[in-house]
């Protein structure tokens, strides 16, 4: 049996670089007047979707990076002193023959086609200036609100390669969407969660370990918010 949930790999003084939900609902725009998800690169095939031929492979090396995690924390407890480099599945969603014509037609029943997808430094997010190093799509294959809520394919030719997403919204809408494209995926293909922020690998068919899933992240979420909350006080005195 495969363990549902793991240690998270950022403790709460380590707060994910997101802006705030309202900051990328809707407000930011391309001159097309389409609306462009912009998120920072370091979530990049983070929080994934996988073929469930290939479970026991992530699991390992959620492991790994645990265990990394763990063993190259800096002294002072923020960051790390080496990064564990995720180790590709030996099969993607290329050997199962999904298309992406197949898969787009299911997902917009959900979510909208964002085809303006950016990745890069926190600095540049939102800047009409482009980042050197960054990532711009203009056709990508994005379904989603904002850069707290989406899923992104990407592709080999005409085939789905590999899929992933983020979640670091409340709204239960939203939330809702979002599940029910995970399992319109896993209706198509088996698949399962391997979400390397929370350490967590979750088949989607199990709706009790999916409940978990999102509560998890929910629980998560309120206490980055809580200790931020906390942290802005204390300055606020000082």
């Known amino acids: 049996m495969f363990s549902a949930f ?9 707060k994910e670089t997101k ?30 979707i996988f073929p469930l031929t290939v479970q026991k492979e992530v699991a390992k090396d959620l492991d790994a990076s645990i265990q990394s995690g763990e063993k190259n924390r800096a002294p002072a407890g923020i960051g790390w002193t080496a990064v564990h480099m995720i180790e590709e599945p030996s099969t993607s969603y290329v050997e199962t023959g999904l298309r992406i014509a197949e898969l787009a037609k299911l997902l917009v029943k959900f979510m909208p086609r964002v085809k303006h997808f950016y990745a890069t430094t926190l600095g540049a997010i939102g800047s009409s200036d482009r980042y050197p190093f960054g990532a711009y799509e203009e056709e990508a294959w994005c379904f989603g609100f904002n850069a707290q809520c ?10 789905v390669k590999a899929i ?3 979640i670091s919204t409340a709204d239960p809408n939203k939330i809702d969407a979002l599940r029910g494209s995970m399992e319109a995926i896993n209706a198509l293909i088996p ?6 922020f929370m350490g967590a690998e979750v088949p989607i068919a199990d709706s009790h370990l999916l409940d978990c899933y999102f509560s998890e992240r929910n629980a998560q979420m309120a206490a980055v918010d809580k200790f931020l909350a906390e942290q802005a006080e204390k300055r606020s005195r000082s």
């Open 6 to 14: 793991r240690s998270w790999l950022h403790s709460l003084t380590s």
């Open 191 to 196: 698949s399962f969660i391997g979400d390397y």
């Open 150 to 159: 989406y899923l992104k394919i990407d592709t080999e030719g005409e085939y």
């Open 19 to 48: 802006q705030p939900e309202n900051a990328s609902s809707g407000q930011l725009m391309s001159p097309d007047g389409d609306p462009i998800i912009h998120v920072h690169e370091d979530d990049w095939g983070m929080r994934n």
């Open 164 to 166: 992933w997403f983020d």
